[in-house]
């Protein structure tokens, strides 16, 4: 059931962002055909910046449908009269949620791959050469300062952006149910959750860069500092793992909050 389960949530993504990649790919290739006629008179320049900023509406629009689309459908599905059906299903909560996740994160790192085929169409190539130069230069820098260390440190970072991405969503499926919570304007209320989250977080940062401006004032960094230039391998990893420890505890508890919503509190509109 939950291999169905992630065919209908694929089909359900790619009914609409086939469009949405058909419409930028069109756009990218359009945007390159036009600048095969450049010409220094007023209707090309004209042509050429309309193609150019319906582009990047048509990148906007991409990001912004796949980020949507996968809100919508974690809404509709799990909280809406769609829910009847959907709990009648032999499927636990954990994994609803599991599939809800996965989808709209593989789907978001899609969309980033399409827009960024479409970004080579439009500079010719130019877009990939430039990643390509910048991702040598910065691994041989990598290299030069934590030697046989960089494959683990990658595999560390990588590992870091997919929690990241899945903290990310989980983040707002969070949102939407403490919304649920509330027996009336429950979308106002998940929005206003976000926004006493984003105060929280200000607040947090805020206080965090207070304390270590003072520490570094008064040199009580210092011998942080000298250990950490003498053993920079071994600083990146704990910072990256103390990344991926953080990430890893913030999802779960993301998960933790929406499952036990969906599980004891659910109330379906």
């Not at 991702?135 to 929690?163: F, P, R, W």
Request: charged residues 10%; positive net charge.
């Amino acid at each position: 059931m939950v291999k169905k389960l992630f065919k209908h949530e694929y089909l359900s993504y790619v009914r609409v962002m086939s469009i949405v990649y058909v419409i930028l790919l069109t756009m990218a290739a359009a945007n390159r055909i036009i600048q095969l006629f450049e010409a220094d008179t007023v209707a090309y320049k004209i042509v050429s910046v309309f193609s150019f900023i319906t582009y990047g509406v048509s990148v906007a629009a991409a990001f912004g449908f796949s980020f949507v689309l996968g809100i919508l459908r974690f809404y509709r599905n799990l909280f809406t009269a769609e829910g009847y059906l959907t709990f009648t299903l032999p499927v636990t909560p954990s994994q609803h949620i599991c599939v809800k996740a996965i989808a709209a994160v593989s789907m978001n790192i899609l969309t980033f791959v399409v827009v960024l085929l479409s970004g080579c169409i439009v500079t010719a190539g130019e877009v990939l050469k430039e990643l390509w130069l910048a991702a040598d230069y910065l691994l041989k820098n990598l290299y030069e300062l934590v030697g046989s260390h960089m494959i683990t440190v990658g595999l560390e970072y990588v590992l870091l952006l997919l929690l990241a991405c899945f903290s990310g969503v989980g983040l707002y499926y969070t949102f939407i149910a403490i919304g649920q919570l509330f027996k009336k304007n429950r979308i106002l209320a998940a929005v206003g959750a976000y926004f006493a989250y984003y105060v929280l977080t200000q607040i947090v940062t805020t206080v965090i860069t207070i304390v270590f401006t003072v520490l570094g004032e008064t040199g009580a960094l210092e011998p942080v500092a000298l250990w950490i230039m003498e053993h920079f391998a071994a600083s990146v990893h704990i910072g990256m793992w103390i990344g991926i420890v953080l990430t890893a505890l913030f999802t779960a508890v993301e998960f933790f909050i929406v499952k036990r919503i969906i599980t004891r509190k659910l109330n379906l509109e």
